[in-house]
């Protein structure tokens, strides 16, 4: 994985009283095809902790939306935290991680279990569905990411 933007060091703990909100999405263009997450870590207040936009290679897009999650997760243990709220606005992702969707395809088990597995490790830790308007941020980075590696591609042709 490649390494993060960060508008502070990963190196050091961050500690805050309030709750962090944590924005994740991923996107892929086709299904499968080029594909990228867009992570962004919150302070209540507004003020923008890390921001993470990554390509991830040719997924599908639940896939793309399991490795946002994971990604978000990961990057959470840089925080010492009381609350972290991820939202997402992937249905699948949510009802599957709350239980309520079976997990069918064999790919996205093995995200689901790697996610359940970290989440288990951060009690306080909780997955919210949001709209897809409210989710703009984290779709904007997934897709810079995508756009980043596609230029990047056309212009050594």
Not at 34 to 46: E, M, N, Q, T
Not at 103 to 126: E, F, G, Q, T
Not at 129 to 135: D, Q, Y
Not at 137 to 156: C, E, G, P
């Amino acid at each position: 994985m490649q390494k993060c933007r960060h508008a502070v060091s990963a190196s050091q703990p961050v500690i805050f009283s309030d709750n962090i909100i944590v924005f994740l999405d991923g996107a892929a263009k086709g299904n499968p095809g080029p594909a990228g997450i867009g992570v962004i870590f919150v302070r209540k207040s507004g003020t923008i902790l890390r921001e993470i936009s990554h390509f991830i290679g040719l997924k599908t897009n639940n896939q793309a939306e399991y490795e946002a999650l994971l990604a978000a997760l990961e990057n959470a243990k840089d925080f010492t935290l009381h609350n972290i709220t991820l939202r997402t606005d992937s249905e699948l992702i949510f009802q599957q991680i709350q239980g309520k969707y079976k997990v069918r395809n064999d790919r996205l088990k093995k995200y689901h279990s790697r996610a359940i597995k970290m989440m288990s490790v951060m009690p306080k830790a909780k997955l919210e569905l949001i709209p897809r308007a409210a989710n703009r941020q984290a779709d904007r980075l997934a897709n810079q990411a995508i756009k980043r590696y596609l230029k990047a591609q056309f212009s050594k042709e």
